[in-house]
């Protein structure tokens, strides 16, 4: 009896499922949908490879089964399959709201590697300016940009062409720039600039600079990719399309070259951005990591070595790893042109020169570390 009693509830089972894959199927078809990898993933993450192992187990072995425990029961595919519907998920209240609420989805970030002090809380926001946005910018305060510091690295006795350079650095967002350099404004939505003395192509010069005097290879790219997306007609979204070309045309140009970092700057303020070591103050940094990038996993290997040598001997200083998909931002950030490929976020809108200085010291230290480390591993 209480086997019949199974069988009849597979069969209802069974007849409920294929009653609701049909529907939903049949919806998407009416509506045209479609749905990223980054989605799909995060629908089927609940179904574990040991549970489908048990549930065929059990299908074959019915003194086993236990409908509760079963990953495939008509109330665990009604939650999948009105995931797929409705975009939310049934045991996750935040799904219900973030693709409702504009800015939500931001909040979506997932924390890879914590740094200190790092939570749902304070995650980065991606930018999004509007087409004035991008074309307006702040003047740059002379007397700031033209201060030489103490703390600056060491200028580079010899620079590399991109067909003799192993690493490759460049600025999606190259009007990205600090307060501290700009004249007249206190407001980190309008900290942008195309003085490359003000804004983050100069971070990525100095970090040139001080990877180049640790020994390395370095071609530092210096386009104004805002500026092409204006002469383009292009929103600011499609930054990373711009750059896109960038890396693409370098590595055609240097098949050899691996080794490629995307500089930003967080639009933070400075209680957040700012760590005192060893009684000097830095700017904080972190990383962000694409995963619509299939091989995301390869990138999040070479950035978490990056990450723990900086922690090594500055701890505090990394805010950590930070993984986005395409709901938060980009989703992919040309990480697929090579799985050395990283984007470091550089301090914050409050930041000093002799802050990011010290952090790019620190930073050039780290990676110099991590790339000597990917180098010896490929000779063996």
Same mark, same amino acid.
């Given at each position: 009896?209480?086997?019949?009693?199974?069988?009849?509830?597979?069969?209802? %089972?069974?007849?409920? @499922?294929?009653?609701?894959?049909?529907? @939903?199927?049949? /919806?998407?078809?009416?509506?045209?949908?479609? +749905?990223?990898?980054? =989605?799909?993933?995060? *629908?089927?993450?609940?179904?574990? #490879?040991?549970?489908?192992?048990? +549930?065929?187990?059990?299908?074959?072995?019915?003194?086993?089964?236990?409908?509760?425990?079963?990953?495939?029961?008509?109330?665990?595919?009604?939650?999948?399959?009105?995931?797929?519907?409705?975009?939310?998920?049934?045991?996750?209240?935040?799904?219900?709201?973030?693709?409702?609420?504009?800015?939500?989805?931001?909040?979506? =970030?997932?924390? !890879?590697?914590?740094?200190?002090?790092?939570?749902?809380?304070?995650?980065?926001?991606?930018?999004? !300016?509007?087409?004035?946005?991008?074309?307006?910018?702040?003047?740059?305060?002379?007397?700031?940009?033209?201060?030489?510091?103490?703390?600056?690295?060491?200028?580079?006795?010899?620079?590399?062409?991109?067909?003799?350079?192993?690493?490759?650095? /460049?600025?999606?967002?190259?009007?990205?720039?600090?307060?501290?350099?700009?004249?007249? =404004?206190?407001?980190?939505?309008?900290?942008?600039?195309?003085?490359?003395?003000?804004?983050?192509?100069?971070?990525?010069?100095?970090?040139?600079?001080?990877?180049?005097?640790?020994?390395?290879?370095? +071609?530092?790219?210096?386009?104004?990719? %805002?500026?092409?997306?204006?002469?383009?007609?292009?929103?600011?979204?499609?930054?990373?399309?711009?750059?896109?070309?960038?890396?693409?045309?370098?590595?055609?140009? $240097?098949?050899? *070259?691996? /080794?490629?970092?995307?500089?930003?700057?967080?639009?933070?303020?400075?209680?957040?951005?700012?760590?005192?070591?060893? #009684?000097?103050?830095?700017?904080?940094?972190?990383?962000?990591?694409?995963?619509? $990038?299939?091989?995301?996993?390869?990138?999040?290997?070479?950035?978490?070595? @990056?990450?723990?040598? !900086?922690?090594?001997?500055?701890? #505090?200083?990394?805010?950590?790893?930070?993984?986005?998909?395409?709901?938060?931002? $980009?989703?992919?950030? $040309?990480?697929?042109?090579?799985?050395?490929? @990283?984007?470091?976020?550089?301090?914050?809108?409050? %930041?000093?020169?002799?802050?990011?200085?010290?952090?790019?010291?620190?930073?050039?230290?780290?990676?110099?570390?991590?790339?000597?480390?990917?180098?010896?591993?490929?000779?063996?």
């Amino acid at each position: 009896m209480e086997r019949i009693s199974i069988i009849r509830k597979k069969i209802i %089972n069974s007849f409920t @499922i294929t009653l609701i894959a049909a529907s @939903i199927v049949l /919806y998407m078809l009416i509506l045209n949908y479609s +749905y990223g990898s980054r =989605t799909i993933e995060k *629908m089927i993450d609940e179904v574990q #490879g040991k549970d489908l192992f048990t +549930y065929f187990f059990q299908t074959s072995n019915h003194f086993y089964f236990a409908e509760e425990n079963n990953p495939f029961s008509a109330m665990h595919l009604t939650d999948l399959f009105f995931s797929l519907a409705a975009n939310v998920k049934p045991t996750d209240a935040r799904s219900y709201l973030i693709n409702q609420i504009p800015g939500l989805a931001d909040y979506d =970030t997932e924390i !890879l590697v914590a740094g200190e002090g790092t939570n749902i809380t304070n995650l980065p926001v991606e930018p999004h !300016l509007t087409e004035t946005e991008q074309k307006n910018e702040s003047p740059v305060a002379e007397e700031k940009v033209k201060t030489t510091s103490d703390t600056a690295p060491p200028a580079a006795k010899k620079t590399y062409t991109l067909a003799e350079s192993d690493i490759f650095i /460049y600025q999606s967002h190259n009007r990205e720039s600090f307060l501290p350099f700009l004249k007249g =404004t206190n407001d980190p939505d309008k900290a942008s600039s195309s003085d490359q003395r003000a804004n983050v192509v100069k971070i990525g010069s100095l970090l040139a600079e001080q990877l180049i005097a640790n020994g390395l290879k370095v +071609y530092h790219d210096t386009t104004d990719v %805002n500026k092409k997306l204006v002469e383009r007609n292009m929103n600011y979204y499609h930054s990373y399309d711009i750059s896109g070309e960038i890396v693409k045309a370098a590595s055609a140009q $240097n098949t050899k *070259m691996q /080794y490629f970092i995307d500089v930003h700057r967080d639009a933070a303020r400075k209680k957040l951005t700012t760590k005192v070591i060893n #009684g000097k103050s830095y700017a904080r940094l972190y990383f962000i990591i694409g995963k619509e $990038n299939k091989d995301y996993q390869k990138n999040l290997e070479f950035t978490k070595k @990056i990450n723990s040598a !900086l922690e090594e001997k500055y701890p #505090g200083l990394s805010r950590g790893v930070l993984g986005k998909s395409r709901l938060e931002g $980009n989703g992919v950030y $040309n990480q697929n042109i090579s799985d050395k490929a @990283i984007l470091v976020e550089l301090g914050g809108v409050d %930041n000093t020169m002799d802050e990011l200085n010290r952090t790019i010291k620190a930073l050039a230290d780290a990676y110099t570390a991590a790339y000597n480390h990917s180098i010896a591993v490929n000779k063996q």
